[in-house]
């Protein structure tokens, strides 16, 4: 039986480009299983398309990326079984109810039929949202769907959750109940937490190792001590703008391609 490596994620040398412009320039990190790991850069940094990369939506123009020993470029299918994703932007389906959603998703990620119900079953009474299974999702909250879509990015036993500024959005109460839950869910199930966020406080707080982008290249990786040691500041924030400056960046990617994302990983 093949022994399972340490790291789960590698990245190596990685470039992408669009023509002329390099949007991820010689990019090497790696993950560790059962790490909390944030992925942090202002906007167009080139954070969006690394994580693109990462979730086999793009292709690199150089370099290798592997994810739980597979090939992202060559085993995309592979690699797409080893990994969840919950985006910034809301993409559950408000006509269905929060047991329609998952059940819809559970069918596109081929769960077994004789298992899934079972699996639908833990993973609502996991988010707390089993008395309201036959609800509208639509009479959510905001938190209530963050949950949700966090049980719909667990419905096929990943391995990684990417959470892609899961609580943009939200009020600090439920931004803090969901952090301790996805902490929690981190240690009694050993899934690794790919995480990005523009909250410097969350990512200050629940992840393990911080990279920083900016300009396409990694700036910094390490513990929160160990940037704010590097820079000689007192906080991450003061850190990451030490980093990457006080310049208002435009945005990188958009709403409708995270809704891309999700058409393509249930075409696979």
Same mark, same amino acid.
């Given at each position: 039986? !093949?022994?399972?490596?340490?790291?789960?994620?590698?990245?190596?040398?990685?470039? !992408? $480009?669009?023509?002329?412009?390099?949007?991820?320039? +010689?990019?090497?990190?790696?993950?560790?299983?059962? =790490?909390?790991?944030?992925? %942090?850069?202002?906007?167009?940094?080139?954070?969006?398309?690394?994580?693109?990369?990462?979730?086999?939506?793009?292709?690199?123009?150089?370099?290798?990326?592997?994810?739980?020993? $597979?090939?992202?470029?060559?085993?995309?299918?592979?690699?797409?079984?080893?990994?969840?994703?919950?985006?910034?932007?809301?993409?559950?389906? +408000?006509? %269905?109810?929060?047991?329609?959603? %998952?059940?819809?998703?559970?069918?596109?990620?081929?769960?077994?039929?004789?298992?899934? +119900? $079972?699996?639908?079953?833990?993973?609502? !009474?996991?988010? =707390?949202?089993?008395?309201?299974?036959?609800?509208?999702?639509?009479?959510?909250? #905001? #938190?209530? $769907?963050?949950? %949700?879509?966090?049980?719909?990015?667990?419905?096929?036993?990943? !391995?990684?959750?990417?959470?892609?500024?899961?609580?943009?959005?939200?009020?600090?109460?439920?931004?803090?109940?969901?952090?301790?839950?996805?902490? =929690?869910?981190?240690?009694?199930?050993?899934?690794?937490?790919?995480?990005?966020?523009?909250?410097?406080?969350?990512?200050?707080?629940?992840?393990?190792?911080?990279?920083?982008?900016?300009?396409?290249?990694?700036?910094?990786?390490?513990?929160?001590? =160990?940037?704010?040691?590097?820079?000689?500041?007192?906080?991450?924030?003061?850190?990451?703008?030490?980093?990457? #400056?006080?310049?208002?960046?435009?945005?990188?990617?958009?709403?409708?391609?995270?809704?891309?994302?999700?058409?393509?990983?249930?075409?696979?």
């Amino acid at each position: 039986m !093949k022994k399972e490596t340490e790291k789960i994620i590698e990245v190596h040398g990685v470039t !992408k $480009k669009f023509g002329d412009f390099t949007a991820v320039d +010689d990019v090497s990190f790696d993950v560790k299983r059962g =790490e909390i790991f944030a992925f %942090l850069g202002p906007n167009g940094a080139g954070k969006t398309t690394t994580i693109k990369m990462l979730t086999t939506l793009l292709v690199p123009t150089s370099g290798e990326i592997t994810i739980d020993g $597979k090939d992202a470029a060559k085993d995309k299918n592979g690699a797409r079984k080893s990994f969840g994703i919950v985006f910034q932007d809301p993409s559950l389906d +408000d006509e %269905l109810t929060a047991m329609e959603n %998952l059940h819809f998703h559970a069918v596109l990620y081929k769960v077994p039929k004789k298992t899934r +119900d $079972k699996r639908i079953e833990q993973l609502l !009474k996991l988010v =707390e949202l089993w008395d309201r299974r036959d609800s509208l999702v639509k009479e959510f909250s #905001g #938190g209530m $769907k963050r949950r %949700l879509e966090i049980a719909r990015g667990l419905i096929h036993h990943p !391995k990684i959750l990417f959470l892609d500024e899961p609580t943009i959005g939200l009020d600090p109460q439920t931004r803090n109940y969901l952090w301790k839950y996805i902490e =929690e869910l981190n240690k009694s199930e050993g899934i690794t937490i790919f995480l990005t966020t523009h909250y410097m406080e969350e990512a200050d707080k629940v992840a393990q190792r911080i990279a920083i982008i900016d300009h396409g290249k990694i700036m910094t990786i390490g513990t929160s001590a =160990e940037l704010k040691k590097q820079t000689k500041t007192e906080s991450l924030e003061d850190a990451f703008l030490a980093l990457t #400056g006080k310049q208002i960046r435009e945005e990188e990617g958009s709403a409708k391609d995270r809704m891309r994302i999700h058409r393509q990983m249930w075409r696979r």
